[in-house]
């Protein structure tokens, strides 16, 4: 976003605001980044941010404050009361789906302009925060133009033999393995690992990812008897992504409290079939089902058909078609 501005309207005209100083050094480089906040979210350093906010739009004749999250909308909101600053307010998923204290709601609801990521979310503050839908401007993400999103024409050979996957099925997810994202649905393929062995029994599936969950997942994976089916990565750096995208032949993620799911992006340019939810953001990510097959998040008997028949072939061919995913995906959020 940054970026496109600073093409825009050039970088010299563009203050970055930061609560905790978390940018990158091209940010730091390119952009006047000013921090005013600190290193930790304590009460104090709230406080010093907000004064500090205040202090820079009355020195600063600014056009528009851009609000990066619901949780810094009353700011702008204050600033907009006192300096007649207008201001636009950036949602994603679950922070707008939320029950929200009644500041945030004053911050959100007096935004000159919503900015969210799809039409669930757009519907969601609708629905729970009687934002109009006229407010709110749905920007789809996009693929990281820094990353190469390629299909290979084998699957990675150091990868192969690294997790040993010779003559294997694998399934994949990328994603945040944390106990407030169990939400992702990780789980529930591992739920349906014995309905799918039964029937594709050369399978593997693959975690990519680090947290505080996986420690319950191994538990689960052994209470069901398929932890020789499941591979647990850890980290893996964006650069290296595409090599594990390649290496699978299904990427799953039922989610129910997606926002959108840019890994999904990710797959599919990497010409891999995709299965997701129905019930979130996923939905918009895989255009309503024209790029993915879409499941009860809570039905592990449909999450288990869906990849059994992916892994069979017994879907439409356009979506386990390689060339027809990547052209689509690209066309949409290249």
Not at 86 to 101: E, Q, S, V
Not at 248 to 258: G, H, L, Y
Not at 301 to 325: M, R, S
């Amino acid at each position: 976003m940054v970026q496109a501005l600073g093409e825009l309207y050039g970088t010299e005209n563009i203050d970055i605001l930061s609560l905790l100083g978390k940018c990158n050094g091209s940010c730091r480089k390119h952009y006047h980044f000013i921090d005013v906040g600190g290193t930790s979210l304590t009460p104090l350093v709230k406080a010093k941010f907000i004064k500090n906010c205040l202090l820079i739009a009355y020195k600063n004749n600014y056009d528009i404050i851009l609000c990066c999250h619901i949780s810094l909308s009353p700011i702008a909101y204050f600033i907009k009361k006192i300096f007649g600053i207008r201001y636009i307010t950036f949602t994603y998923g679950i922070d707008a789906w939320k029950n929200l204290f009644h500041h945030q709601k004053i911050g959100l609801k007096n935004a000159d302009l919503i900015v969210t990521i799809s039409k669930f979310t757009q519907r969601m503050l609708y629905e729970k925060h009687d934002i109009k839908l006229s407010k709110v401007k749905i920007v789809s993400p996009s693929l990281n133009p820094m990353c190469s999103w390629n299909v290979y024409q084998e699957k990675p050979k150091v990868l192969v033999k690294k997790y040993k996957l010779n003559d294997f099925k694998v399934l994949l997810t990328v994603a945040r393995l944390v106990s407030t994202e169990k939400y992702k649905g990780y789980d529930k393929v591992i739920s349906a690992l014995p309905k799918v062995i039964k029937k594709v029994p050369n399978i593997k599936y693959i975690l990519v990812g680090r947290g505080n969950d996986i420690p319950r997942i191994k538990k689960l994976a052994k209470k069901l008897g398929v932890e020789k089916y499941v591979i647990f990565t850890g980290f893996v750096p964006d650069e290296d992504l595409v090599d594990y995208y390649n290496l699978c032949d299904v990427f799953i993620m039922p989610s129910k409290k997606e926002g959108f799911g840019i890994v999904f992006l990710e797959a599919l340019a990497c010409g891999k079939p995709v299965i997701c939810g129905n019930k979130d953001g996923s939905v918009d990510a895989v255009l309503n089902g024209k790029l993915g097959i879409l499941v009860d998040p809570d039905s592990i008997d449909q999450i288990a058909e869906a990849i059994i028949n992916v892994l069979q072939g017994n879907v439409p061919d356009n979506l386990i078609d390689p060339e027809y995913l990547r052209k689509i995906v690209l066309e949409h959020y290249g």
